[in-house]
């Protein structure tokens, strides 16, 4: 089972969660036949004497239940069940941060909350990214908590204009482009920039040809639409 996560918070960016959540679900959604198969389905968790599972994470209730099907999933984390987006839509999440250590890759939102959160230690330790071990990624003003993190120090990273003393204060390298890649870490900066970093992530997780279609899939006539329906 391929997991990715996208992180959101209070004032998320709505079209930085949104256009990550369509596209990266597009190989579930649109094009499943490019999936590899699908994994043995897991065994049961166990469970305690009162019928519930272990974790230290159920006493918070996120309700609402990520994409899931085949071998793909894409949910929303959040530190809280539900966040409210910098639109004012009740954004309800899938899980606590918590769980983004245990996936194949992350994306991290962005919004003017993440000037704070690039400092707020118990944030911080609670959202523990590993680009050793996962694909680390971040939409605009999110490089900023990858450079609280310690993951930006000496890097070369792209983040939202307005961000970039802040982003340099934590020892990242700005650089003026609109997608900065290395070996497992992505940055994009421009909401629409989005759109070539799911494209270099699908193709990290699965190949070039699923990730063309599935970006093409959303662009216009003479631009690539014409290419997948043709």
Same mark, same amino acid.
């Given at each position: 089972?391929?997991?990715? @996560?996208?992180?959101?918070?209070?004032?998320?960016? !709505?079209?930085?969660?949104?256009?990550? *959540?369509?596209?990266?679900?597009?190989?579930?959604?649109?094009? =499943?036949?490019?999936?590899?198969?699908?994994?043995?389905?897991?065994?049961?968790?166990?469970?305690?004497?009162?019928?519930?599972? +272990?974790?230290?994470?159920?006493?918070?209730? &996120?309700?609402?239940?990520?994409?899931? +099907?085949?071998? *793909?999933?894409?949910?929303?984390?959040?530190?809280? =069940?539900?966040? #409210?987006?910098? @639109?004012?839509?009740?954004?309800?999440? /899938?899980?606590?941060?918590?769980?983004?250590? !245990?996936?194949?890759?992350? #994306?991290?939102?962005?919004?003017?909350?993440?000037?704070?959160?690039?400092?707020?230690?118990?944030?911080?330790?609670?959202?523990?990214?590993? =680009?050793?071990?996962? &694909?680390?990624?971040?939409?605009?003003?999110?490089?900023?908590?990858?450079?609280?993190?310690?993951?930006?120090?000496?890097?070369?990273?792209?983040?939202?204009?307005?961000?970039?003393?802040?982003?340099?204060?934590?020892?990242?390298?700005?650089?003026?482009?609109?997608?900065?890649? /290395?070996?497992?870490?992505?940055?994009?900066?421009?909401?629409?920039? +989005?759109?070539?970093?799911?494209?270099?992530?699908?193709?990290?997780?699965?190949?070039?040809?699923?990730? !063309?279609?599935?970006?093409?899939? +959303?662009?216009? *006539?003479?631009?690539?639409?014409?290419?997948?329906?043709?």
């Amino acid at each position: 089972m391929t997991e990715i @996560a996208i992180i959101a918070f209070d004032g998320v960016t !709505d079209i930085d969660v949104w256009l990550h *959540w369509d596209f990266l679900n597009r190989p579930l959604t649109m094009f =499943p036949e490019m999936l590899p198969p699908a994994d043995e389905p897991p065994e049961e968790e166990e469970t305690d004497e009162d019928g519930e599972g +272990g974790g230290e994470d159920e006493a918070v209730d &996120y309700e609402a239940q990520p994409t899931r +099907g085949g071998n *793909w999933s894409v949910m929303i984390l959040g530190t809280k =069940p539900q966040h #409210v987006t910098a @639109a004012g839509y009740e954004l309800r999440t /899938h899980g606590p941060i918590e769980s983004a250590r !245990d996936m194949d890759a992350v #994306v991290v939102a962005s919004g003017p909350a993440t000037r704070e959160l690039m400092n707020d230690a118990e944030f911080l330790a609670r959202l523990l990214l590993d =680009p050793d071990d996962q &694909y680390v990624c971040s939409q605009c003003s999110g490089a900023l908590i990858l450079a609280g993190s310690g993951l930006l120090a000496g890097v070369e990273a792209t983040t939202y204009p307005t961000a970039r003393e802040a982003l340099e204060s934590k020892g990242g390298i700005f650089v003026e482009k609109p997608l900065v890649t /290395h070996e497992r870490m992505a940055m994009a900066a421009g909401c629409l920039a +989005g759109v070539e970093l799911d494209r270099w992530l699908l193709t990290q997780l699965i190949d070039k040809e699923t990730a !063309d279609k599935c970006i093409e899939s +959303g662009l216009g *006539w003479g631009q690539g639409i014409e290419r997948v329906y043709a």
